[in-house]
């Protein structure tokens, strides 16, 4: 009993550092007008969350191969290297589809249909985000959307968890993940709402109309939620607590995105509809 009393403030001190690293790493590379530096930086966690997405989703490892390719394909175009003509670049993009549509017809082929769609499944599960970021961080203000969504998905979590720690009575989803509560979901959306009017307040880039900028938050909080509940399912169906062990008491890098992963496609969609 006296190691584990022990070991909890070591465990909290472990996990407060490691996501405060984390952190860092996202706030500094969104803090300047260039959209660099956080493309090098989803890059790294794009990458290393490849081998986490082959095990929780249960496919083969040469998915990794489909998920370079296609992290190529956007990388081409979004640096516009120097000498590279349209007919080159558009020959590349041609070849990197029918190399990664080919790997997904093998997959259906050589395995069962449900490898197969589990293969299909994590492919669009890091090919939407990865597209999404690309065209948001092209986009006017890319950078700074970006940061606020990042700040309103930690703004849910935390008061989702404080809510659901203080309150919780009602779990929302107990086969998939026993300790969220409908209590913690409410104070997560309660609490993202009022970040955000508190974002606009200080200036950041958010709807000027209210009922615009309600909904926004809470599509955020959402969407953050069902993300999180997504990657639960998944590491349950596999059998694992966490998608990997990378950011040391946290998990993963899926575990620190899952919820990322869900909120950007869809101000991806937002500001092609606006």
């Known amino acids: 009993m006296s190691n584990f009393k022990r070991n909890k403030p070591n465990e909290l001190i472990t ?19 260039s959209p660099y530096p956080f493309f090098v930086v989803f890059t790294i966690f794009y990458l290393l969350s490849i081998s986490e997405v082959i095990k929780i989703w249960r496919i083969p490892r040469y998915f990794g191969f489909s998920a370079a390719a ?15 003509s349209f007919g080159s670049q558009a020959a590349l993009m041609i070849t990197l589809t029918v190399y ?52 309103l998905i930690w703004a849910n979590d935390t008061l989702a968890y404080l809510s659901g720690k203080n309150f919780g009575k009602h779990r929302l ?16 959306i309660a609490g993202t709402i009022v970040v955000a009017f508190l974002l606009r307040h200080a200036g950041l880039a958010l709807p000027d109309n209210n009922l615009t900028l309600l909904a926004w938050a809470l599509s955020v909080s959402v969407l953050a939620t069902l993300g999180d509940l997504f990657e639960s399912y998944l590491k349950r ?27 950007i496609p869809a101000l991806f969609v937002y500001l092609i509809l606006v």
């Not at 956007?74 to 516009?80: L, R």
């Not at 790997?103 to 082929?109: A, G, R």
């Not at 607590?241 to 992963?261: N, Q």
């Open 15 to 33: 996990r407060t550092l490691s996501g405060i690293i984390y952190a860092g790493f996202i706030l500094l590379s969104l803090g300047t007008n």
């Open 70 to 84: 296609f992290w190529l394909m956007n990388a081409v175009p979004f640096f516009k290297i120097p000498g590279l």
């Open 237 to 263: 169906k596999s059998g694992l607590k966490d998608s990997g062990t990378i950011i040391p008491g946290h998990g993963g890098i899926l575990d620190r995105l899952d919820s990322f992963f869900f909120v």
């Open 173 to 188: 989803a107990p086969s998939i993940s026993p300790k969220k509560t409908l209590e913690g979901l409410i104070g997560g």
């Open 100 to 151: 990664i549509a080919g790997l997904i017809f093998y997959t259906f082929f050589k395995h069962d249909l449900q490898t197969g769609m589990r293969f299909a499944g994590a492919f669009l599960y890091l090919a939407v985000p990865l597209t999404a970021v690309v065209f948001i961080l092209l986009h006017p203000g890319g950078t700074t959307l970006i940061l606020t969504v990042f700040v």
